[in-house]
């Protein structure tokens, strides 16, 4: 199946190593659930003394052009890992189509639970985790009690909450304000306190349950960091995960659309789905690459929170690293041990 993506436009300057090919196909027994996991993306964050959260969200393609009208309407959900300025790599994913199956309530708990275990099993990373971060629809609502019974809050997505409240007819400033400043250990409940007193003069009664809910969320995610982490921490970003959707979404529609033109044996559903989780997994890595690029030349800008200038030898990033103009090598992608 991967030579399939490997002779598309999209990835035509492009060269992998047979060691990164061999990875992608290694996981041909998940694609055809249309599933995959890439445990050893979590080593981005193993030398980095930071809180952590999960965040995970369904992002939806357009159409694709010429695949078959009856599952033309792809849809990826993902769960990635992230630290609060916002980096983060993702580690599972679930690509289908609602003309075979629905993503619902069942499959987002299962992704996300074998996201949780993944990290889990690295006992450092999961002492590190403060809660998740996800859009609070009814769809997520499993997986959100499931997060919960963990000991792990979760705080809603702010791009997402804006929308829910503007639908309602409100506009947020107020957890807008809150989520975008430092905190400390100190002073966070005061500030939350604060807030809530805000909400009680300015939010219309029939949104102020929701409040609440929010601050409470909050405020136990806060506690969980301060459990662990220093005096003061930064805000919490989410934005880069729902930008990255976008460019995902973009990227894979280009792809499959020459797809389904160019091989006629993808007018089978269950041959479509490992084509796309396939496609899915590439594309997820190469981004993840051109991110963590982007990073490491921010980090030499100055010093590390260690005061110390980062090692590129290893980004710990199942991703490729460029030798060339138009070579891209992969490193070793094994799993954490």
Partial sequence: MIHKITSLTTFQNMEFSEKFLEWVESRSSTYKNGISVMGSNIRFFLNKEEPLFLIFDEFHLK???????????????????????GHFQIIYLKTMTSGHEQIGSLAIKVGVKNATDLIKANGVLYSRLAGAVADKCASNGDAIDFLKSQGLPVIYDLRHLVDKLNSLGHVDFILGHLLQHSFSKSTYMDKIKSIKTVVERTVPQQLQARYENELSAIQYFLRNIFKTFPERIESVNSELFESMGSSIGGTLYDAASEAFQKYKELENVEEAIIFMATLTTVVIQKKHKNLVDVYNLLEDQGPNDRGEKRHHSNAGLDGPSRRGSNEISWESPGFIQ
């Fill in 63 to 85: 159409d694709i052009d010429n695949a078959p009208s009856r599952y033309a309407k792809w849809k990826v959900f993902c769960v990635g890992i992230s630290n609060l300025k």
